[in-house]
């Protein structure tokens, strides 16, 4: 049975597992998903060694992104444009070709949620690898603008250079001006249950937000966007499993269908 994987440190509560299987079940593909925990000086060996024992192709999360970015031998137009991979194929010669499914997930997820794209003013939160993924597909999908807020202004300043073409604003977060129709947390500043310092006025009810983490409970940037009379709110649920979805179709060729393993996983974190 062909052997497929998801590579991090740590690595125990992944979910891309149970996503893989319920889309192999779900298309009828024979297919083997584990988890790899990595040692993070051991990343090189221990997929070389993967591959070597005929495993197909690997999902990549952190902190070894950039990692299999170096390693890939090839690697897609979106993956050098993001700087990282998050997933990884051998080809028929034997060589591995590295992609990054993140932004295509995101806007996926937006366009299932019905929250279009095309014409909008567009807000990202935070300048880190997650941003870095999602940049290039948000802006295939021709907004308005888009802003990059960042505590550090040179990590945003640096990411809008690798899109010279996209017309990206740079701004401190005190120093945001106007309404968006679109803001999404890409800061990691949540999961500590804070909040880069928005100033009021910047969301309304006819805005929507993002959240690319997500939890069984609203996170504490939903929390800021509920409080401003935000309309439309989602966590990153979504997008995880259309990542995952655009790999299985890369590996697979079969497109498997999202919103029932999104319903299951929302119930699976809900109980847990
Ligand atoms: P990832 O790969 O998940 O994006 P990262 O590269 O470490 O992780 O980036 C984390 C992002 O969260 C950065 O934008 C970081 O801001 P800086 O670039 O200024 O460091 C942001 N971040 C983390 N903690 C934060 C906090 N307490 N307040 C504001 N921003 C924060």
Avoid: C
């Avoid at 880190?128 to 990590?155: C, H």
Wanted: net charge negative; hydrophobic share 45%.
């Amino acid at each position: 049975m062909d052997r497929y994987a998801v590579v991090g440190n740590p690595i125990a509560h992944s979910k891309s597992p149970v996503i893989h299987g319920l889309f192999a079940e779900q298309t009828g593909q024979a297919l083997t998903y584990d988890k790899m925990l990595v040692e993070l000086t051991s990343f090189d060996e221990e997929v070389a060694g993967f591959f070597a024992l005929g495993g197909k192709g690997l999902n990549v999360t952190v902190p070894f992104k950039e990692q299999a970015y170096r390693y890939a031998d090839e690697l897609s137009g979106r993956a050098r444009a993001a700087g990282a991979v998050n997933t990884l194929i051998v080809q028929t010669e034997g060589t591995v070709w590295g992609d990054n499914t993140d932004g295509v997930g995101l806007v996926a997820d937006l366009l299932a949620q019905g929250w279009a794209l095309a014409g909008k003013r567009i807000l990202i939160l935070g300048a880190g690898g997650a941003v870095r993924g999602i940049v290039g597909p948000l802006l295939e999908q021709n907004p308005q603008s888009l802003v990059i807020a960042n505590r550090t202004l040179e990590k945003a300043a640096a990411i809008a250079q690798a899109f010279p073409t996209g017309a990206i604003g740079v701004s401190a977060y005190t120093d945001l001006q106007g309404d968006f129709d679109l803001i999404i947390n890409g800061t990691s500043a949540s999961l500590g249950g804070e909040l880069p310092p928005l100033p009021g006025g910047i969301a309304n009810a006819n805005s929507a937000a993002y959240d690319l983490m997500y939890g069984a409970e609203p996170t504490t940037f939903l929390h800021w966007a509920e409080e401003q009379g935000v309309g439309q709110r989602s966590d990153g649920l979504g997008m995880l499993v259309e990542q995952a979805a655009e790999a299985f179709f890369l590996w697979r060729g079969v497109r498997p269908e999202t919103a029932p393993v999104i319903a299951r996983l929302r119930e699976m974190i809900a109980a847990a």
